[in-house]
Every structure is written in C-alpha cells, then in structure tokens.
C-alpha cells in the first residue's frame, strides 16, 4: 500500500492564482481531512469528509475548496491564493473506528504564495 | 470544547536522558487522547492513544503516556532519550462525535544533545 500520497510536494504561487493540492489514499478509507501546519500554530483542520460526496469545514476553511468524488481521492482547491495561505499541508486519512482512530498522514505540500 | 496545551515549544535533553513532554486537554466529555510525532519534512507518525481501556498507554520506540483524569494532564515519557527521538512532538484530542476531529497542541520541539 502506498498509503496517503499528496502532490505537488512544493509550489510557489503568486498573489490571485488557483491551484489544487492532489490527495489519496488506497486504504479505503471513509474519513480524510485537510490540515495547515503554521510555525508556533500545531496543526489546524481545514476541511473534512466522512465519505463520497460529504464534506464539511473545520477551523480555518476560509479560501479553500473541497470535493469527495470517490473514496480514494481528496482534492483541496485555493481559489484565489493570499500570502496568509504559504503553509505546509498535509491530507490525512482515518481508518474505520470512529474517534479513536488513527490518521495517517502525508508528506506534506509545501506551499508558498508572493 | 475541547482543547490541549502544550507546556514548553522547545525541550532540550541529553542523550540517555529522561524525556518528559507534557500535555493538558479540556474535555467536556472523556476524551480520546493522541501523540503524534513528526520528523523533520515527513507527514505526522502515531505514537500512542489513549481510549479509556488503560491508563497508562505504551507506543512505539519506547515512549509511553499516562492519563491522569484528576490533573487533566496527558504527559509523555521515555526513560533514556535517543539522538533519533529528536523530532517535533504534537498532542492531540480527538473533537468527539461521529466525526472525532483531532484538535492538536502547538506542538514541542524535543532535541537530544550527544
């Protein structure tokens, strides 16, 4: 298994532009979730889904867009980028047990916008 | 809500040394309790959780955490530190409901002095 891949590993963006932060996952997982990792911050919950076609926002879902088309897949969309959006984020998935599940994550994307 | 702190960003140990990273949660309901821990540029690994079946909860690479309901506190130990323990620590709580979000700490930064 290749567990929770993420692409592209790093992108500059300048001020405006869009882009779409590729995630999956071959677990076949329900759950997958969106997070930014800010100096000093920890980890914030973007968006969230409990399965195909069900999404919902988490802390800090300002600027962002999500689908859940199929199970395997978990794009994060930035419609217009701002520098308050250079951050690293990571897609995460959940394996079945409800709350007490562990996520897995990964790699991370590294994304800085002038 | 819940919510965790972290007390301390940065934990300097020696090696061989006892590593003592500390968490306090606020839950309103009994919470399941997380650490992750992250490695510099990867995604977040699970070290251990905690979901009420024992107190005092053993993980992975020799660190293990107690819970402790009376001083809310989820602090995590590892008798002999390692140079390879030296990583970004992070606690989490998972947000409840079927959804069981995880609401994380800033996170502490553990180095390990030869």
């Known amino acids: 298994n290749a567990g929770v891949t993420q692409t592209p590993k790093f992108q500059v963006l300048k001020t405006g532009q869009s882009m779409t932060l590729q995630c999956a996952q071959d677990?076949?997982?329900?759950?997958m979730s969106w997070y930014r990792q800010d100096p000093g911050m920890g980890l914030r919950l973007i968006h969230y889904?409990?399965?195909?076609?069900?999404?919902d926002q988490g802390e800090v879902p300002n600027g962002y867009n999500v689908s859940r088309s199929t199970t395997e897949d978990f794009p994060l969309r930035l419609l217009s980028a701002a520098p308050s959006q250079t951050s690293v984020y990571f897609c995460?998935?959940?394996?079945?047990?409800?709350?007490?599940?562990?996520?897995?994550f990964g790699p991370g994307t590294r994304l800085t916008v002038t | 809500a819940q919510s965790v702190t972290q007390l301390g960003s940065h934990v300097s140990v020696s090696e061989g040394a006892l590593v003592l990273l500390r968490c306090n949660y606020s839950?309103?309901?009994?919470?399941?309790l997380f650490w992750y821990v992250q490695y510099p540029n990867q995604g977040l690994q699970l070290l251990l959780k905690?979901?009420?079946?024992?107190?005092l909860v053993k993980g992975i690479n020799g660190f293990e955490a107690e819970f402790k309901k009376s001083e809310t506190s989820f602090h995590l130990t590892k008798p002999s530190a390692h140079m390879s323990d030296a990583a970004e620590y992070f606690c989490?709580?998972?947000?409840?409901?079927?959804?069981?979000?995880?609401?994380f700490g800033k996170g502490t930064k553990l180095s390990v002095k030869p």
């Open positions: 995460a998935s959940r394996e079945s047990g409800g709350a007490f599940g562990e996520q897995y």
């Open positions: 677990m076949n997982h329900e759950y």
């Open positions: 889904s409990v399965g195909a076609g069900i999404t």
């Open positions: 839950s309103s309901v009994p919470p399941y």
């Open positions: 905690y979901t009420s079946a024992a107190t």
């Open positions: 989490a709580v998972s947000g409840g409901g079927s959804q069981g979000n995880l609401i």
